[in-house]
């Protein structure tokens, strides 16, 4: 079983001799989120999409805008898990049980800061390259395990390794988080050959080490040797569900702003949660506020206060198995069937009439190749640095991306590292430039 007390650290990775436990401990997971908030990677968040295409006249979600709200939903549910759990067992009244609302805020703010440019897409263009296109032929030249990484491409493990990996000329431990936070934003606490055909893992074979660290110092339940697998830490189910609720409720409201979705439609949607006695007393409430938008905001501020409820609820009736390491599924789909079924309904029609929507497939498609063309050039010239314009791309990657390492595989690395940090903007941009569609004012 793991322990509370040893899965809530203040302990900071790469700053550990200068770890010291004391009462200001209780401020470091909230140090974790404002050291996020003043940070490059998560402001330019801002320019890379959510679902729909940016910029639009109509203001939608970006990645920052939806980290923030994940934020703060993360925040309430940790806040009510931590009260219902302290109620059940006093004695952890001298731990951090009751910061877990600012440790998982701080580990929502962060849990999107690995993806690249144009969303889900992006991710797909990047494996894909390697897996079926211009890139395999590297195949030979890398590890089985390096291979697995660029062939599972997946933001959540790149999020790991841009807050603890050291980039040229910068300090140890990446961004210093705790290790309680850092354990949280890990969704597939297992290596990328674990993967399987899906893509989906938490850590690069670069960060292995990394997490082994964090896992050991925190307790966390180690189910495979080689090639590793770990119990999630039990907060990583609290992030998730955060998440789980922000994505399918904003992309209702935001489909319903953009008019794919009716009113009707999106009312119907979202009072399905509740009640029929609790729906009379909503529609009461609409006779006050006449504004279709603030009908539906109100109605989708219900939907996650219950989802939040629910959730708390399915956390705290399954904390042992969760601290045993054998509860496996999302919390959202654990919820009470009422709420179950529309939250099924909702993503039934997201995936029918948001995701497959031409918009939407348009910037996947326009993503694709603009990833995929810069990946093309950009391996090109780490695996051909001799040649004069593979030395002109070298040239124009930042210091801090270790695009000159003697090894290949830190090269392609730090390939992924530059393209993945891009905004939607400044990677179409380059894509422009780079194909003489755009050049500089002379």
Known sequence: MMNWKTLLSAKRFGMEEFHEERQENRSEFQRDYDRLIFSAPFRRLQNKTQVFPLPGSIFVHNRLTHSLEVSCVGRSLGND?????????????????????????????AHDLGNPPFGHSGEKAIATFFSEGKGL??????????????????????????????????RTGGFAMTYSTLASIVKYPFSSSLAGKKPKFGFFVSEEDSFRRI???????????????????????????????????????????????????????????????????????????????????????CVIGLLIKE?????????????????????????AERPAQAYRECAEVSLAKIYRSKDVLDIELAGFRVIST?????IDAVTSP????????????????????????????AVLDYISGMTDIFALDLYRKINGNSLPAV
């Open 386 to 413: 001799e040649k004069a314009y593979s030395q002109l791309l070298i040239n124009r990657v930042s210091g801090q991306y270790n695009i000159k390492s003697p090894e290949l595989s830190v090269r392609i690395q």
């Open 215 to 301: 896992a050991t110092e925190l307790g966390l339940i180690r189910l495979n040797e080689q090639p590793m697998k770990y119990a999630r830490h039990p907060l990583v189910y609290l992030v998730e569900a955060a998440d789980d609720i922000c994505y399918q409720m904003m992309d209702i409201e935001d489909a319903h702003k953009l008019k794919i979705l009716t009113n009707e439609e999106t009312k119907n949607l979202l009072l399905a949660y509740f009640s029929e006695e609790r729906q009379a007393h909503m529609q009461r409430t609409f006779a006050i506020v006449s504004d279709t938008n603030e009908q539906i905001a109100y109605l989708r501020s």
């Open 311 to 335: 959730c708390t609820q399915v956390f705290v009736e399954h904390e042992a198995e969760i601290l045993a390491g054998t509860f496996e599924q999302p919390l959202i789909k654990q919820i």
């Open 374 to 378: 810069l990946l093309e050039l950009m």
């Open 137 to 170: 032929p590297l195949k030979d030249k890398l590890t089985p395990m390096e291979w697995a990484d660029l062939t599972h491409f997946e933001g959540n493990a790149n999020a790991f390794r841009l807050l603890t990996h050291q980039f040229e000329g910068r």
């Open 81 to 109: 898990v931590a009260k219902a759990l302290l109620e059940k067992q006093p004695d952890l009244q001298d731990s951090f049980l009751s910061e877990i609302g600012s440790i998982v805020s701080a580990a929502c703010l």
